[in-house]
Every structure is written in C-alpha cells, then in structure tokens.
C-alpha cells in the first residue's frame, strides 16, 4: 500500500481564520513532507520531519506552522493567510533510508482557497 | 541556472508516436533520479525511478549520463491516457530533499 491520505480536499478560509490541514500514511516511512504548489509549477518544498523531528524549514513564514504528532500523522497549521496563499499543498513520505532511494509518494493535496 | 532544467513543452504528438523528454541536472552530488507524472489538479505519482544502466518499464525507458549529467524518458507508442505533465526530479546527497525541474507537458492527441 503506498497511500498517503490528506484532509481535506478542498479548504476556503479567510485572512483571520485558523485551520489544519492534516496528512496520514501507513507505510512505515520516517521521513515526511510538505509542499506548496502554484498552478504550472512544480512543488516547492516548505518543510521536512525526520523520525518526528523537523529537520528543514525552507524559511516559510510563521504563519504556517507544521506539528508531527508521530510517525504516521503530519499536521500544517495555518493562521493569518494572505490571498497569495492560496495553492496545492501536498504532503510527502518516504523512507529515509539510501538504499530505497528516497522515493517519495504524494498524497493527493489539499487545495486552499484564502479570501 | 536552475538545479534541474526540462525544456518545458508542450509536446503536441499524435497517439502511437515516440516522444522522448530531456532532463538536465547541475549539482554533480546528485544521487538518485526519477521522472514522475503529474496529471491536471493531482498529485505527482512516480512513473520510474533511473537507474545508471537504464531502466524499461512497459512502454516507458529512462537513461542516466552521469557524465553528462542528463536524463531521459523515452515513451513509444503514445497513448491519449499518456497526457500529463512529467517532472524529473533529482535527489542530492546531503539535501535531504528532492529537488524538482519544471516539467514537460505532454499532449498526445488522437
């Protein structure tokens, strides 16, 4: 099985609001990620956990926070969103280990709408 | 210069045509390499990763030049299903994170 699952699939929020986005595999991968991606671009990395620790923040404003609860859950908080926002976040997992070559699986994204 | 650099198409070719992309990377520490596809409004899946003495999967090859520093994925036989855009996507030693070209656009018409 190399599903990673996401919710929810679509989201409208406002500038004030506060949500979640969350991400869920069972894979057994230690390794998980977020992305962001524009329409005709290709995902642009924000942040990366590392057996539950987060190991890369590509300099993502405070206004989103990422939590990883364990190994299986991701979570993105978000807080104060401008319009510009407004994309396809994607959450990634993978092993972490060199022999299996890092593949990672997507899961099928969560697109937000910011008002 | 960009990482990974792919001429960014479209690619307008009839069903059951071959079409090949390219894929060019610059970090010489780069590790592994894979092509994934990605349709309209989803998620990239991953089509193949590459490997040096390259690599067939059905209707689908892929080639590794590390000298060169290039990647390639040949489809034969074009199918209308086949329509998506095709990311290479590369993985450096040391970064810990996958490091993606802009993508191919595919468009095979009937």
């Known amino acids: 099985d190399t599903e990673v699952t996401q919710t929810p699939k679509h989201l409208v929020m406002g500038m004030t609001n506060k949500k979640s986005l969350k991400c869920e595999q069972h894979?057994?991968?230690?390794?998980m990620y977020w992305y962001k991606q524009k329409a005709k671009k290709p995902p642009e990395l924000m942040f990366v956990?590392?057996?539950?620790?987060?190991?890369i923040n590509e300099s993502v404003p405070s206004r989103f926070s990422p939590e990883c609860p364990n190994s299986s859950l991701l979570n993105l908080h978000l807080h104060a969103l401008q319009p510009e926002d407004s994309a396809l976040y994607l959450c990634?997992?993978?092993?972490?280990?060199?022999?299996?070559?890092?593949?990672?699986?997507f899961g099928p994204g969560t697109r937000l709408t910011v008002l | 210069r960009k990482e990974v650099e792919q001429d960014p198409g479209p690619f307008n070719v009839p069903e059951g045509a071959t079409v090949a992309f390219n894929c060019t990377y610059s970090?010489?520490?780069?590790?592994?390499f894979f092509w994934y596809r990605q349709d309209c409004r989803k998620e990239p899946k991953l089509l193949m990763s590459?490997?040096?003495s390259g690599n067939e999967d059905g209707r689908f090859t892929a080639q590794l030049n590390r000298a060169s520093q290039y990647i390639s994925l040949l489809i034969r036989d074009s199918k209308l299903s086949d329509s998506a855009t095709y990311l290479c996507?590369?993985?450096?030693?040391?970064?810990?994170?996958?490091?993606f070209g802009s993508g191919t656009r595919l468009q095979v018409q009937p």
């Open positions: 996507v590369v993985w450096v030693t040391g970064r810990r994170a996958l490091t």
């Open positions: 956990y590392s057996y539950e620790k987060l190991s």
């Open positions: 590459v490997y040096s």
């Open positions: 894979m057994g991968h230690r390794a």
């Open positions: 970090n010489s520490a780069s590790q592994s």
């Open positions: 990634a997992s993978s092993q972490t280990s060199e022999a299996t070559g890092y593949t990672q699986y």
